[in-house]
């Protein structure tokens, strides 16, 4: 350790580094010593940047500066150490949002394709930082919306695919061996399930606040926690869902992540049918309201992902996903998919196109101008200038209407009838 510790402060990075790789399993940065030196070490290599870009007139020199490879070195030794020092945390992202800047991503973000060479080696360092110690370190972090921010700002930046990506890999740090994540994993499910036990309507302010509070640095324990209960107890989404205004831009993303993912791995581990192989399951149908709900009353839910899983789900035949489809359109444009038309509606139908929408939409809630505004968000969702899936979606629903009675693992052919699962 004293010879690690004397090549740091020799500024031989070269030769402590292949110290610190033989010592990698004892985790030497947790060394106090040690980890103040890390720190200092990576304190000096931001202030040496590897190369400066061009700057427009007022632009601020963070914005324009490339990192030196160095730097990613300490960052991936260090690790989650750099929770311990707030002010280098978040010098730390805003060099890493101006490396990404530097090498030609706009602030806009970057879509997934049209990326030059320069942009996808930046954005390997910059995912390489995030999984080894920047999204770690959040974790241990408690309730900093600021942090919060500082990393989203960074993350905003590249693609959702990479951002989901990114989630992953910190799900699995936190689920796995890490002490430190493990105890902090059980401290934030504790908090989550006594805020549940006393989350009513009435209450939605005083503990959406505490929710959020616990969301900021460990959302994906958090909302792993609460789908699990919302599948269970489909009488908490109204209040959960109002609770989630209190949410960062970060924490709604990874709200989306987390709905994926419980969407994508009913596949394998449970049934989307109940034991009589005619009703659809009732987490499904509870995490079907629950999107429709979310999907409708928060526009920085990302649905363009949402939308991508249904087309993969599709591809799969896996039909019975249309139902979270149905509820995302009664709740965002006010269009419900009924089986049955009464009198009334039937004879609604030959009036106008007023008439007709009010006959079909007379049991939805809120006003006409917020109906519009989710079909709008719904159409930018399906019509997307890097990937639109109007068109492919609308080709798998009607493939899905003529192979359904062929490609089904129920017996049942009352359940399969198209008309009764695909919406029109």
Same mark, same amino acid.
């Given at each position: 350790m004293n010879l690690i510790l004397g090549f740091l402060e020799a500024r031989a990075w070269q030769h402590a580094q292949q110290l610190l790789m033989r010592l990698a399993p004892l985790e030497p940065a947790a060394s106090p010593v040690i980890g103040q030196a890390l720190r200092s070490e990576l304190r000096r290599l931001l202030d040496t940047p590897a190369e400066v870009q061009p700057m427009e007139e007022g632009e601020a020199s963070t914005d324009s500066e490339l990192l030196a490879e160095p730097t990613f070195e300490v960052l991936c030794v260090l690790g989650l150490w750099i929770h311990k020092d707030i002010v280098l945390f978040t010098q730390l992202c805003r060099k890493l949002r101006g490396h990404l800047l530097a090498a030609g991503i706009p602030e806009t973000g970057l879509e997934s394709s049209g990326a030059t060479p320069l942009m996808l080696e930046a954005i390997a360092q910059v995912e390489g930082a995030m999984e080894a110690a920047i999204l770690p370190a959040l974790t241990l972090l408690s309730a900093n919306p600021a942090a919060v921010n500082e990393v989203y700002s960074v993350l905003g930046l590249l693609p959702y695919t990479a951002r989901f990506r990114l989630y992953s890999t910190w799900k699995d740090a936190i689920n796995?061996?890490? +002490? %430190?994540? $493990?105890?902090?994993?059980?401290?934030?499910?504790?908090?989550?399930?006594?805020?549940?036990?006393?989350?009513?309507?009435?209450?939605?302010?005083? @503990?959406?606040? !505490?929710? =959020? !509070?616990?969301?900021? =640095?460990? +959302?994906?324990?958090? @909302?792993?926690?609460?789908?699990?209960?919302?599948?269970?107890?489909? #009488?908490?989404?109204?209040?959960?869902?109002? $609770? @989630? *205004?209190?949410?960062?831009?970060? =924490?709604?993303?990874?709200?989306?992540?987390?709905?994926?993912?419980?969407?994508?791995?009913? #596949?394998?581990?449970r049934n989307k049918l109940k034991e009589d192989g005619m009703n659809v399951s009732l987490w499904l149908q509870s995490l079907a309201a629950f999107c429709g709900h979310v999907t409708r009353k928060y526009p920085a839910f990302h649905l363009t992902a949402l939308m991508q899983l249904l087309c993969n789900q599709l591809k799969n035949n896996q039909s019975i996903d249309l139902?979270? &489809?149905?509820?995302?359109? $009664?709740?965002?444009? =006010?269009?419900?998919?009924?089986?049955? &038309?009464?009198?009334?509606?039937?004879?609604?139908?030959?009036?106008?196109?007023?008439?007709r929408t009010e006959a079909l939409t007379f049991t939805m809630t809120g006003s006409a101008k917020s109906l519009? *505004?989710?079909?709008?968000?719904? *159409?930018? $969702? &399906? %019509?997307? *200038?890097?990937? +639109?899936?109007?068109?492919? @979606?609308?080709?798998?629903?009607?493939?899905?209407?003529?192979?359904i009675l062929f490609n089904t693992d129920t017996p049942h052919l009352k359940l399969v009838r198209p008309d009764t699962r695909c919406p029109r």
């Open positions: 796995g061996r890490n +002490p %430190m994540l $493990a105890a902090q994993r059980q401290l934030t499910v504790q908090e989550v399930r006594r805020i549940m036990r006393r989350l009513s309507k009435e209450n939605v302010k005083e @503990f959406g606040r !505490k929710l =959020g !509070k616990v969301a900021h =640095g460990d +959302p994906l324990t958090v @909302f792993s926690t609460i789908l699990g209960q919302i599948e269970v107890y489909n #009488n908490m989404i109204q209040p959960v869902v109002d $609770a @989630f *205004k209190y949410l960062t831009s970060m =924490g709604y993303d990874v709200l989306t992540y987390s709905v994926i993912v419980n969407l994508a791995q009913s #596949n394998s581990s139902l979270v &489809l149905k509820e995302v359109l $009664a709740k965002m444009t =006010g269009v419900e998919v009924l089986s049955d &038309l009464s009198d009334d509606q039937v004879a609604a139908m030959a009036g106008g196109e007023q008439l519009q *505004k989710g079909a709008a968000r719904l *159409k930018d $969702a &399906l %019509m997307s *200038k890097d990937d +639109p899936m109007a068109v492919p @979606f609308l080709v798998l629903i009607g493939q899905q209407r003529t192979s």
